[in-house]
């Protein structure tokens, strides 16, 4: 609880998990599988960017599970930053950059020049694939030889329409069912954020920089591993699936 305000920040760190796993029922099998990998390549005490990081949610269960890991949470969202700062306040394992990613100055203003994982989920899709492509050579520049890039994201394989119609019809109608017994969805979520009287103004900051939502692409996941090894890592892979989303690694 943030005394000065009144706010549960908790409160609110949970609530947008709920509204995120109406989207992703398996959301936090993909976080366990990204962290068991950045233990497995870099180990426990990592040096982390948790890139696109909204409220924070890669650097929470991080920090629950490597207590001596050290986390940098770079975005552009000003209401999701205000729940992540909120949330982290007092602890000097966490650091927040407000930044913009189609920036190319971006990486000039974090306060590490490496790091030994570069984490992101659910956040990419929002970029077109030209601009993706570039920011996956800036990210090749910030991981340390050795070290890791994971990408957690829709990735869809355009080759099997019919799988992919199937997939989609049966995924919506479980979120249909959910919603009808009381999940949150996106703009439901955000209608609660614009009226609470600490968030109501980020809110308002939000929309006027991305709008309703982003008009982004999802490359297949073999896209992706081709991409991180053209921009400079040396192997990469999905490392998790499921139907519609995977988790590809890439090793510097």
Known sequence: MDIATGTDWRAWQESWDRQQEWYMPDREERFRVMLDMVEAVVGP???VLDLACGTGTITARLLARFPKATSTGVDRDPALLTIAEGTFAGDDRVTFVTDDLK???WPTRLPYDSYDAVLTATAL???HIEPLAA???QIA???RDGGVFMNAD???DETTPRINAAERAQRHARMEQAKKDGA???TEWWELAASDPVLAEPTARRFEIYGDHADGETPSAEW???VLREKGFGEARPVWRSPSDALVLAVK
Do not use: N
Request: aromatic share 12%; no cysteine; glycine share 4%.
């Open 184 to 186: 949150l969805a996106w």
């Open 141 to 143: 520049e910030l991981v």
């Open 135 to 137: 920011l996956y050579g």
């Open 224 to 226: 992706h591993a081709r």
């Open 154 to 156: 829709h990735m869809i």
């Open 125 to 127: 899709h929002w970029l």
């Open 103 to 105: 920036d190319p100055a």
């Open 45 to 47: 005490e990592p040096r």
